[in-house]
């Protein structure tokens, strides 16, 4: 069935390092391609998404690109702070006519040593 | 303000005592969903609504039941709570029109006993 992995499960940096981590979707009509910051105790939220016919999408210091032959796509913040540290999840969806349905990785959990 | 809101926030319970989890949305988004959260899983879905009286069945939905009957609310219901269904459970909504950002409920830490 349809899949996302999702590496590292942990990674550790210090502060003013970049980060990157990783996924891989199994479903080649996946369309839709966002990244989830969960804090401790909080709530998923959306810090960036990019789409199928796009390759790579950047907003300050958090970047993602998609390599659609490889189904692989990919989260790289620079300049990591303190405030950066979360659980951060991939997803990939097949768009509306497919039901709408996120499928999420695992999570990585992010820490950013000062 | 725009949120979608879960209550409870915290609930633990004895095997078997039904329960709802309510969740209500104020964006008047047509798709509403429900995940549970276990470490090293991610989030998998349970069960989503793309209108009102249309549900479908997740990757999870066994043990689980919900209704659409409004718009803005997707109640979750276990009719019968099990202890591996001690979960951290998520409700979400998305406006239909598109790929777009899904807006989580604040969480509902459920422990059943």
């Known amino acids: 069935g349809e899949n996302v992995e999702q590496h590292p499960s942990t990674l550790s940096v210090q502060e003013g390092d970049s980060a990157v981590i990783k996924c891989t979707y199994s479903d080649s009509a996946s369309n839709y391609f966002p990244w989830y910051k969960q804090e401790l105790g909080k709530r998923p939220q959306l810090i960036i998404d990019i789409r199928s016919n796009v390759g790579e999408k950047k907003d300050q210091r958090i970047a993602v690109t998609l390599n659609k032959t490889a189904k692989h796509f990919s989260l790289h913040i620079t300049e990591t702070q303190p405030e950066d540290s979360a659980v951060y999840f991939c997803?990939?969806?097949?768009?509306?006519?497919?039901?709408?349905?996120?499928?999420f990785g695992q999570g990585t959990e992010l820490s950013v040593k000062p | 303000e725009a949120q979608v809101t879960q209550n409870p926030r915290y609930l633990i319970t004895v095997t078997g005592k039904k329960l709802t989890v309510t969740c209500s949305q104020n964006?008047?988004?047509?798709?509403m969903s429900w995940y549970r959260q276990d470490p090293g899983l991610g989030l998998r879905q349970i069960y989503y609504?793309?209108?009102?009286?249309?549900?479908d069945k997740g990757d999870v939905p066994e043990g689980y039941k919900v209704s659409r009957k409004e718009k803005r609310n997707f109640p979750l219901i276990l009719e019968s709570p099990s202890p591996n269904q001690t979960s951290l459970y998520f409700c979400?909504?998305?406006?239909?029109?598109?790929?777009?950002?899904?807006?989580f409920g604040q969480g509902t830490r459920l422990t059943v006993v």
């Open positions: 979400a909504s998305t406006p239909f029109r598109g790929n777009t950002e899904a807006f």
């Open positions: 964006m008047n988004h047509e798709y």
């Open positions: 609504s793309m209108n009102v009286e249309v549900t």
């Open positions: 997803a990939a969806s097949k768009g509306w006519n497919q039901g709408g349905k996120l499928i």
